[in-house]
Nanobody
Framework: QVQLVESGGGLVQAGGSLRLSCAAS????????MAWYRQPPGEQREVVAT???????SYTDSVKGRFTISRDVRKNTMFLQMNSLKPEDTAVYYC??????????WGQGTQVTVSS
């Protein structure tokens, strides 16, 4: 059974940093393109960043230069380093397969709140 568990969120002031973690189990995740998503209050879920099995990354424009996605394939763990946070980054953050791969059941996510 696929399980995705996000952690590392919290309350931070604008300009601060957080590092999110995603622990994956139940599938050979190193074969998949993985992604971080976020869902701001009252809005739809959106892709923030993706990473391939080979480590190639992509980012939505609003986070380029501030966020870094990475993965440890041996530990089935993925990370999102978020720097220079802005109030508009406030959202629940989720990890899952990239849209091109299809998604599994969603985890609970981790709340990130950035105060101005």
């Amino acid at each position: 059974q696929v399980q995705l568990v996000e952690s590392g969120g919290g309350l931070v002031q604008a300009g601060g940093s957080l590092r999110l973690s995603c622990a994956a189990s139940g599938f050979v995740w190193r074969r998949y393109v993985m992604a971080w998503y976020r869902q701001p209050p009252g809005e739809q879920r959106e892709v923030v960043a993706t990473i391939t099995s080979g480590g190639t990354t992509s980012y939505t424009d609003s986070v380029k230069g501030r966020f870094t996605i990475s993965r440890d394939v041996r530990k089935n763990t993925m990370f999102l380093q978020m720097n220079s946070l802005k109030p508009e980054d406030t959202a629940v953050y989720y990890c899952n397969g990239a849209p091109s791969e299809g998604t599994w059941s969603w985890g609970q996510g981790t709340q990130v709140t950035v105060s101005s």
